[in-house]
């Protein structure tokens, strides 16, 4: 679900920010900032960002009962964007669609081999579309729509100190498997907390995801003796692909030595993801690395203040992975 999700995120959440380059209500008609070409982009943004939800439920079914199970999820995501339950209601949508497609195919697995197609394009539909709408509505809704908001309320809530835990640990997930389910984990809840209007916990989420290729790339630069001519010839593409937020990219260097380069990641991640919340970066766009530090909000310190979190984290990663790896003699002993 996620997967197919990112890209209506990344390209909604972008022309959202972008929007806002003409100030942040500059897509509002009764604000003196507003501007039409921004009000359009942002409308635009908006548009792919509310098939955010309905996807992430539809492909949440489809992935547990296959293509009968897109529309009941669709139609239970959309039920939650709109009622309020947002990402949690969609998480539920999902699974609740997906697993009472499967019960009902189990249920008229007998069914006359003639009439095959009315079970699939009328019977199995109608039903699971029409109880997942309705269990959304009636059951779903309310508490769901309650939690949502009470984890804004919680992440809006945090003191200073307990904001750097939190980018600390948000941060530190992005590392631990480099683009993998865990980091998918701290991913989605930094888009959950956009899709509700909080922007602080992307930012941790996008300096701990750049952090591990600049580690890996910067180790390979400063302490050419511990890598391999193809490991630093490698380590270079690690800059652009790293600053882009590609975190899997660096795998074929950090997995030469994972036991010291992984921790290595997790730690300079950790560190910058903490400095994000430290310093209350808040970062709308979901994805672009340090190429989306024209639309931090805020003046311009606070963009130098994203760009210096990643560098400090960058610093941090490759020093350890420097002073930890052994030279390439005892590599090869």
Known sequence: ?????????????????????????SASADSDQFNQIAAWINQVGGASFGLMLPILAGYIS?????????????????????????????????????YLVKLLN???????????????LLIIPVISTFVVGIVMLCVVSVPMAWLNQGLTGFIDGLGTQNL????????????VDLGGPINKVAYTFAVAAISNGNYYPMAAAMVGGVVPPLGVALA??????????????QGKTYYLLGASFI???????ALTDPVRMIPAGIIGSAVAGGLAMLFQISLPA?????????????VISQKLLYLAAIAIGMLVSALIIGFTRKPLKEQEA
């Open 1 to 25: 679900g996620v997967s197919n999700m990112l890209p209506l995120v990344v390209g909604g959440g972008i022309l959202i920010a972008i929007s806002f380059m003409w100030g942040i209500n």
């Open 62 to 98: 489809y992935s547990i009962a296959d293509r009968p199970g897109l529309a009941p999820g669709l139609v239970g995501g959309m039920l939650a964007y709109n009622g309020g339950s947002g990402f949690l209601g969609a998480l539920v949508a999902g699974f609740l669609a997906g």
């Open 106 to 120: 189990k249920l008229l697995s007998n069914f006359p081999e003639d009439f095959q197609s009315i079970k699939k």
């Open 164 to 175: 750097v835990l939190t980018g600390m640990v948000i941060g530190g997930i992005m590392a």
């Open 220 to 233: 390979t630069t400063l302490f050419k003796k511990k890598f391999t001519k193809d490991q630093q010839i």
């Open 247 to 253: 975190t899997e990219s660096c795998m074929p260097v």
């Open 286 to 298: 979901p994805h672009g690395g340090i190429f989306v530090t024209p639309v931090v909000e805020g």
